[in-house]
């Protein structure tokens, strides 16, 4: 009783198919060109997370390093602030 009103015949139904078949052909496409471009979104993810980590390593090790060479600096001027009270005291020795 239900299915006669919809269904009326063979012709009808290819018909309803066809359209059907020519309206979700767009979409379908659509969806296999994401999926054919998903490898190369992920590859780009990747990328980026792997920047990411770059940056954070080389922040860490600037955070270890910063500190050995500010004692390499202060090592260097107090050895050359010795150098130099050791001339000055030369100097007055030799004076003297």
Same mark, same amino acid.
């Given at each position: 009783m239900f299915v006669t009103p919809i269904i009326k015949s @063979?012709?009808?139904i290819?018909?309803?198919a066809f359209k059907t078949v020519n309206f979700a052909s767009p979409m379908i496409n659509s969806v296999l060109e994401i999926l054919d471009s998903a490898p190369e979104m992920i590859?780009? @993810?990747f990328h980026m997370v792997n920047c990411e980590l770059e940056t954070i390593i080389s922040g860490v090790h600037m955070i270890i390093v910063k500190p050995?060479?500010?004692i390499s600096?202060?090592?260097a001027v107090f050895l050359r602030t010795e150098i130099i009270i050791d001339a000055i005291v030369a100097v007055?020795?030799?004076a003297i």
């Open positions: @063979g012709p009808e290819n018909a309803f590859d780009s @993810g050995s060479i500010t600096v202060l090592v007055f020795s030799m």
